[in-house]
């Protein structure tokens, strides 16, 4: 008997997709990693180059460029494709481009039988993640997001550049739409069980000022990259990594991600980033965090936002 190995296709070679083969690579999450994009000869060049690597890779994988038939066995389906944000470009300004776009893609993978798990990191992610569902049929907590994973790295990064601390060890969220409109949970940040609050009560030199700066500098920080380098890519490469290997290992952690809501906090009927758990079966359950008045009011301003944008586009479908 043949055992089962992981397969991942992954949709889309750009920065995005290529950045995510690499570090999946070095990880050595998946046996079998297929490339597919609309550019034949990038996906191929792209795994001719990865498979050169292999002699220095943690432990074999499979590396090939195919289409969307080599999803048929695909455990886990990772979409990077679409049209990049262009500078002074917000993330919603993609959705009508995108949403097209991403109908023949899903229309393609669902064509060969596939029935795994599909991870959307195109932005606007939370309105495609919303699309892919739609066009796809699939179970509601086999379409994920990435959502707010990055928001949240950059977040626990800052933090803990700012107090001196290893951000593993910062436990904070970035909540809501993957853009303008996300949120920090201040009321649940905490630097090994003591409130960031406290942190600046009781240690010197840190000021309510400075984190406010730094949500700031964590919600614009697309556009300062994108400014400098054209492209923001490594971060959410490695986002979408450690959601991987969350799916695939079956380890139930929990993770920002942009899942459907089904009356948890007090919305329905759209994807967006909040924690939840993650395993095998893509999202066991959403983590309903306990809001102050505050965050609930700019978390529901979040998603009148993202429903404002999606209801014209998903009408005209």
């Known amino acids: 008997m043949v055992k089962r190995v992981n397969r991942v296709a992954l949709i889309g070679t750009g920065f995005v997709g290529s950045s995510y083969a690499f570090a999946l690579l070095n990880q ?7 490339l597919i994009d609309v550019n034949k000869d990038k ?4 795994a001719m180059d990865l498979n050169h690597g292999l002699p220095f890779a943690p432990s074999h994988t499979k590396i090939w460029y195919g289409s969307y038939k080599d999803c048929d066995q695909a455990d886990l389906v990772v979409i990077t494709a679409g049209a990049n944000q262009k500078p002074g470009e917000t993330r919603l300004d993609l959705v009508e481009k995108n949403t097209k776009i991403f109908k023949s893609i ?5 064509s060969c039988g596939f029935d795994g798990i599909i991870l959307v990191a195109t932005n606007p992610v939370d309105i495609l993640t919303y699309a892919v569902w739609k066009f796809s049929g699939l179970p509601k907590e086999r379409v994920i997001g990435s959502g707010t994973i990055l928001d949240t790295a950059r977040f626990r990064y800052l933090l803990g550049d700012y107090f001196r601390v290893d951000a593993r060890n910062v436990h904070a969220y ?11 949970v201040w009321s649940h940040a905490d630097i090994a069980g003591t409130s960031i609050s406290e942190w600046t009560k009781n240690k010197e030199g840190f ?8 949500f700031l500098n964590v919600r614009d920080a697309a556009y300062q990259i994108i400014e400098r380098k054209g492209a923001t890519f490594y971060g959410i490469a490695m986002g979408l990594v450690r959601l991987t290997k969350a799916i695939l290992q079956n380890e139930n952690s929990v993770l920002t991600v942009s899942t459907y809501l089904d009356g948890e906090y007090g919305h329905r009927d759209l994807y967006i980033g909040v924690p939840a758990v993650v395993n095998r079966n893509g999202i066991r359950e959403v983590v309903e965090l306990d809001l102050s008045k505050e965050e609930k009011d700019k978390f529901s301003q979040s998603v009148a936002v993202l429903k404002k944008t999606m209801d014209p586009v998903f009408k005209n479908i």
């Open 28 to 34: 050595g999450i998946t046996e079998e990693l297929v």
């Open 207 to 214: 000021t309510k000022d400075a984190l406010n700066k730094i």
């Open 106 to 110: 899903v229309q393609e993978i669902m």
């Open 43 to 46: 996906a191929e060049g792209d």
């Open 174 to 184: 970035i909540i809501g739409e993957h853009g303008d409109t996300e949120l920090p």
